[in-house]
């Protein structure tokens, strides 16, 4: 397999390649942070037996990241620091933006963000706010983009596609692992008619197809070091055509509860509704200018959508024989479902208050 530093000789590159090691905590894609005697980089192999259209995926990339800087331009923003809201794409030697190597595979590189981090699981509700708010604004600034990008994956998010892909490989129980997981099944199975709501509001004109992101984990927001703001938004391999509940749902997901999403002990699993209430400020105080009253009104029932829809591909991948995520231990996707679950529930415990501080906010 072509190495790191093979693959940055595929790039223009300001200075010479100097070291590349693992960054982050992705479960697809190769990711590098990579060096070079003047500047850093981010150096990402993608996975395409997940993403099969690749070039489809940086068109998308590169119409985003140039919508945004114009906007920023527009802005007359003079604060070379605005340069870090969007990121810069770095093209090969052959004019693209991207690079296939010898073996086939497909590559990317845009400049390093520094002085900004990510966080897997937020300290404190400032953070949620911040990250809430640079998801909300990345929507914004997307609203007017002239062109409906691609669907990087099909049905993404259509989560009743989701819950036949479960029920496929339940029938089909292809590694013997039906046995483990009969509670988890059950609790899914239960909110079976939960989850074509959203669908259905749309087929039926009340909610709209918008440009999203689509994989909101707020590790995919680069918080400012200095200032605490979220900057830039990252991971902008599934931004296509969505619905805005996508997005604003796994923040509920990945932002509220204080344990990681493959937590083992599930005491530690809960919705904090602090974070929650701190993720509706933030993302409404950039998004509340084009949602309608009834986008607004769904808000609350996302957060435990998207968390049940990802509780529900976490059990598909264990059933199947874990070929979609990345694992790391025996039983990986199957810990990272009952967390899904365990959190779901306690959104469930919750639901009523978060549906009156939804509807106190104007």
Request: aromatic share 10%; net charge negative; hydrophobic share 40%.
């Amino acid at each position: 397999m072509i190495t790191a530093a093979e693959a940055s000789k595929g790039f223009l590159l300001d200075g010479e390649f100097v070291s590349a090691e693992k960054y982050g905590t992705g479960h697809i894609n190769d990711t590098y942070k990579m060096s070079t005697t003047k500047q850093t980089y981010i150096l990402q192999r993608i996975n395409t037996s997940i993403f099969r259209e690749p070039e489809k995926l940086m068109d998308n990339f590169v119409q985003v990241c140039k919508h945004i800087e114009k906007k920023i331009a527009a802005e007359k923003c003079s604060n070379p620091a605005s340069r870090r809201r969007f990121l810069q794409v770095m093209y090969s030697v052959n004019g693209t933006p991207y690079f296939r190597d010898s073996e086939n595979g497909f590559w990317r590189c845009y400049v390093f963000v520094d002085q900004a981090r990510t966080y897997d699981v937020l300290e404190k509700s400032a953070q949620a706010y911040a990250a809430a708010a640079a998801f909300g604004a990345f929507q914004n600034d997307l609203a007017d983009l002239p062109c409906r990008l691609n669907e990087t994956i099909a049905d993404f998010h259509h989560t009743p596609k989701r819950l036949a892909a479960l029920e496929a490989a339940v029938k089909a129980d292809c590694c013997g692992r039906l046995a483990d997981v009969a509670p988890e099944l059950d609790f899914i199975m239960a909110r079976k008619e939960e989850y074509s709501l959203l669908l259905a509001e749309k087929d039926a004109g009340n909610i709209f197809e918008r440009t999203t992101h689509n994989d909101t984990k707020l590790n995919n927001v680069l918080i400012d070091d200095l200032t605490g703001e979220g900057i830039c938004v990252i991971d902008l391999d599934t931004v296509m055509p969505g619905l805005p509940h996508y997005d604003f749902g796994d923040m509920v997901r990945t932002g509220t509860s204080p344990a990681p999403e493959d937590e083992t002990d599930l005491s530690k699993v809960g919705m904090r509704f602090e974070m929650f209430e701190a993720l509706l400020r933030g993302y409404l105080s950039n998004a509340g200018s084009f949602l309608n009253a009834r986008e607004k009104e769904l808000l609350p029932f996302s957060g435990k959508l998207i968390t049940l829809e990802i509780g529900i591909r976490f059990l598909t991948d264990y059933l199947s024989g874990d070929v979609y995520f990345k694992i790391h231990r025996e039983k990986h996707n199957l810990d990272r479902c009952r967390t899904q679950i365990k959190l779901a529930q306690s959104i469930e415990d919750q639901f009523d208050a978060m549906r009156k501080l939804n509807d106190s906010i104007k």
